[in-house]
């Protein structure tokens, strides 16, 4: 009998003892904060994209469009040979025909140049975008007292979205 009762208030402590435990652990699930941030958003709306957007267009607006109008030359050029080539001699066809064979080539080679560039540009330019946007996300995870703020996810409930706010703070209504 007296094991028994000893077993007894042993594994009454043991109980109170594991919700003495448990208690914080609650409470701590509880205060657990977290947060997203739609990337494609920041991309598409902040202040800093846009901007970024606009400087690369400037920059290579005058090669797209020396592209642009080559291309249409050689296709003027290729369709003037189509109409001529059945009163051309031999030599003169096939003559025509490696000059614009050539031609095509080289206009082929300038626009995987030029897209070899705007895309080397635009990584660099998206990079100080998203650069500025991990700050800022960091100043909010900071100043906020987030515990974890996700890019990437599933499914987000919407009152996890913390995008407004990192668009407020990079568009210059808040921390930079």
Same mark, same amino acid.
């Given at each position: 009998?007296?094991?028994?009762?000893?077993l007894?208030?042993?594994l009454?402590i043991l109980?109170?003892l594991?919700c003495?435990a448990?208690?914080?652990?609650?409470?701590?699930a509880?205060?657990f904060?977290a947060?997203?941030?739609?990337?494609?958003?920041?991309?598409?709306?902040?202040?800093?994209?846009k901007?970024?957007?606009?400087?690369l267009e400037a920059e290579?607006?005058?090669?797209?469009?020396?592209?642009r109008?080559s291309?249409?030359?050689l296709k003027?050029?290729?369709?003037?040979?189509? &109409? %001529?080539?059945?009163?051309?001699?031999?030599?003169?066809?096939?003559t025509?025909?490696?000059q614009?064979?050539?031609?095509?080539?080289e206009?082929?080679?300038?626009?995987?140049?030029?897209q070899e560039d705007?895309?080397? &540009?635009k990584n660099e %330019?998206l990079?100080?975008?998203l650069?500025?946007?991990?700050?800022v996300v960091?100043?909010l995870?900071?100043?906020e007292?987030?515990?974890?703020?996700l890019?990437?996810?599933?499914?987000?409930?919407?009152?996890?979205d913390i995008?407004?706010?990192?668009?407020?703070?990079?568009?210059?209504n808040?921390?930079?």
């Amino acid at each position: 009998m007296l094991v028994k009762t000893q077993l007894s208030r042993g594994l009454s402590i043991l109980a109170v003892l594991a919700c003495l435990a448990a208690a914080p652990v609650a409470a701590q699930a509880q205060s657990f904060k977290a947060g997203f941030v739609n990337t494609d958003r920041i991309l598409r709306e902040a202040e800093p994209a846009k901007a970024a957007q606009a400087k690369l267009e400037a920059e290579f607006s005058k090669r797209d469009k020396e592209l642009r109008d080559s291309a249409a030359s050689l296709k003027s050029a290729s369709d003037k040979f189509e &109409r %001529e080539a059945p009163t051309m001699s031999e030599s003169q066809r096939q003559t025509r025909q490696r000059q614009l064979a050539d031609q095509d080539r080289e206009l082929q080679r300038k626009n995987r140049e030029f897209q070899e560039d705007l895309n080397a &540009r635009k990584n660099e %330019e998206l990079a100080q975008v998203l650069d500025k946007a991990n700050r800022v996300v960091r100043q909010l995870a900071e100043s906020e007292n987030y515990d974890v703020i996700l890019q990437e996810a599933v499914y987000v409930n919407p009152k996890h979205d913390i995008t407004d706010k990192v668009l407020k703070a990079m568009n210059g209504n808040g921390a930079k």
